[in-house]
């Protein structure tokens, strides 16, 4: 899809470049924001759908199941751990 730059709703008219443009390329169009609206909003919903096609439910964790988990002591400074699981934490 060609969506237009923000800089061109802007200006409701492409911007001068180095590449080589008529006049009447340059002059101002009436931009139809509903329209604009309307196309980003179906540019975002497939990028989203290629995005989340692969995703999938993680597994429910047991208590006794080994897990690893990273601490930072600071920046650039990463230790991770393995620990076993007691109890699950609720999470929303």
């Not at 139809?32 to 597994?59: D, G, I, M, S, W």
């Not at 429910?60 to 109890?87: H, I």
Request: hydrophobic share 30%; glycine share 4%; aromatic share 4%.
């Amino acid at each position: 899809d060609n969506l237009n730059s923000p800089a061109q709703l802007l200006m409701s008219r492409r911007l001068r470049s180095i590449l080589p443009a008529t006049p009447k390329q340059l002059e101002p169009q009436v931009v139809c924001q509903r329209k604009v609206h309307e196309r980003r909003e179906v540019c975002q919903q497939r990028q989203q759908t290629y995005f989340n096609r692969a995703a999938r439910p993680l597994p429910q964790l047991c208590p006794g199941a080994p897990v690893r988990f990273r601490q930072q002591d600071g920046p650039g400074n990463q230790l991770w751990s393995k620990v076993v699981l007691t109890r699950p934490e609720a999470t929303t």
